[in-house]
């Protein structure tokens, strides 16, 4: 690493971290196993595709066992991404002493993260060494929003099952559990959806979110054709409807609506959990033009599924004041992919519409070594675009990656 990038980095390194997308579990955030850490569906999904049996994955199969095979297909994937975040778990939470880790080291880590993820005081620890200030989280709709502290742990109603399943017998008589509305027309639904979003926002709620499929097109339904839909329980008409629905709660509550566009579900239908889903480039955010052009109040941080759709959304936060760059999802979630992504962002998008990045974690261990990776990335990004053509100065360059990484955050969540 060449000093000037050294610098930058270490700047980068000092800033707190609010992270705006995860899948923690503010009942359990941080693993109390290893096998909490290698289940991530990234190790599992790799695993798998290099050549291990699924039948490990069984719950019969011994937490030790399972481990110790998927460390054994590690040497398989040791050139990826993922296997450096497991390195740097391992190096920075377990003190694991070495550079490389391989299925000879699967009884020491695995003994050593029972001892160390067990101690008291773990996940304020995790918190301390990640300098990590508050993280998002990805709430179904009746999650009862007890017993975890909302300053850190921020609540972020994800809205697929009300959009995609609402036909379901089983989703309106949830809704109604918590609501205390039966959502049996255009009405009552439109009432369950503010008392929903009410319940959230007083609960320290910052955000929607939703994944959305390549096909999807948003568009209202008046009330006499919702009511129709909501008779014939017909899913294709009501999802687009009911999506507008709740963009217009986010428009009375001030909410970000966070968009994640591009995925096609259970496309290698033999895969393992969470490994079955692929992007398709039929997508495209015109889909999207009549959204962004009816809801100006409403923030909406996009990300995309593949860096092939980079341009586009770079080109629709150029022109758009409501649409934010949000990070680096999925399969662009490599350094390649980022270096390039990032490159074409921080040249052409307005600096306070970027939100650099946010970790997807399932666990808070991840959270680290993920913002190390982006962090490396911008600092070299910020030092050939900026700092070496004398655009900005090395404490100004700082700046701009704070912005990117911190100051956004708060602005555009209203922090």
């Not at 610098?7 to 609010?18: N, Q, S, V, W």
């Not at 069984?58 to 460390?71: D, H, T």
């Not at 200030?133 to 099952?161: A, H, M, S, W």
């Not at 910052?206 to 054709?225: G, M, T």
């Amino acid at each position: 690493m060449d000093t000037l990038v050294a610098d930058l980095l270490a700047g980068l390194e000092e800033i707190p971290l609010i992270d705006p997308h995860s899948h923690i579990d503010p009942l359990s955030p941080v693993a109390r196993s290893l096998e909490d850490i290698l289940g991530y569906h990234y190790y599992t999904e790799l695993a798998h595709s290099a050549g291990m049996s699924q039948q490990v994955l069984q719950p019969q199969v011994p937490s030790r066992e399972r481990v110790r095979e998927i460390l054994r297909f590690m040497s398989h994937y040791d050139n990826t991404a993922q296997y450096r975040w497991f390195v740097e778990i391992a190096r920075t939470f377990l003190h694991f002493p070495g550079q490389r880790v391989t299925v000879n080291d699967a009884d020491w880590l695995y003994e050593t993260a029972e001892r160390v993820f067990q101690q008291l005081h773990w996940e304020a620890e995790v918190r301390q060494r990640t300098r990590l200030e508050k993280i998002f989280l990805t709430n179904e709709f009746d999650d009862p929003l007890q017993g975890f502290d909302t300053t850190v742990y921020v609540p972020c109603l994800r809205t697929d099952t009300l959009v995609f399943q609402f036909h379901q017998p089983n989703t309106r008589q949830r809704l109604a559990a918590c609501t205390g509305i039966e959502a049996e027309d255009a009405g009552r639904v439109r009432r369950a959806f503010l008392t929903l979003m009410e319940r959230f926002v007083n609960r320290g709620a910052k955000a929607c979110a939703i994944s959305l499929p390549p096909q999807f097109v948003p568009a209202p339904l008046s009330d006499a054709e919702l009511d129709n839909a909501l008779r014939r329980a017909d899913s294709a008409a009501l999802a687009p409807a009911l999506f507008w629905l709740l963009a217009e709660c986010c428009r009375t509550f001030q909410l970000p609506f966070d968009l994640m566009i591009g995925v096609q579900r259970r496309v290698y239908r033999h895969g393992v959990f969470q490994g079955q889903d692929l992007f398709d480039q039929r997508t495209s955010l015109i889909q999207y033009q009549e959204l962004f052009n009816a809801f100006p109040e409403v923030l909406f941080p996009i990300s995309v599924l593949t860096s092939n759709q980079n341009q586009e959304l770079v080109a629709y936060s150029w022109i758009f004041p409501n649409v934010i760059v949000n990070g680096h999802w999925w399969y662009s979630n490599t350094p390649p992919y980022i270096r390039k992504d990032l490159t074409e962002r921080i040249t052409a998008v307005p600096k306070n519409k970027l939100i650099g990045y946010y970790s997807d974690a399932y666990k808070l261990e991840f959270v680290l070594p993920k913002y190390r990776m982006y962090r490396q990335i911008l600092a070299e990004v910020l030092a050939a675009e900026f700092v070496r053509p004398g655009l900005l100065s090395e404490t100004e360059a700082v700046a701009l990656g704070r912005q990117l990484l911190y100051d956004n955050v708060r602005t555009i969540f209203r922090l």
